[in-house]
């Protein structure tokens, strides 16, 4: 697994329908105050994207591993 692999919500592009939450089976994501939040990290499966790709249709998940490239 990479070390730093789990989700991160831009609050900017997020519009707090709350489909990535929905949609994530391994729990990493939670419902806090209207907003989705991620509580388990270390849940998230390498490469799933599943939030990102097939639940967000804002763009407003990116994953930590991509952000060392940018």
Known sequence: MAE???PIIDFDKCT???????????DVLREE???PVVVNPDNCVE????CQRGACEFDA???SADM???
Request: contains cysteine.
């Open 47 to 50: 490469f799933c994207r599943g």
């Open 4 to 6: 730093n692999w789990y």
């Open 16 to 26: 707090g329908c709350l489909e990535c939450v929905e949609f994530c089976p391994h």
């Open 68 to 70: 060392e490239v940018l």
């Open 33 to 35: 105050d209207g907003m």
């Open 61 to 63: 998940i990116i994953f």
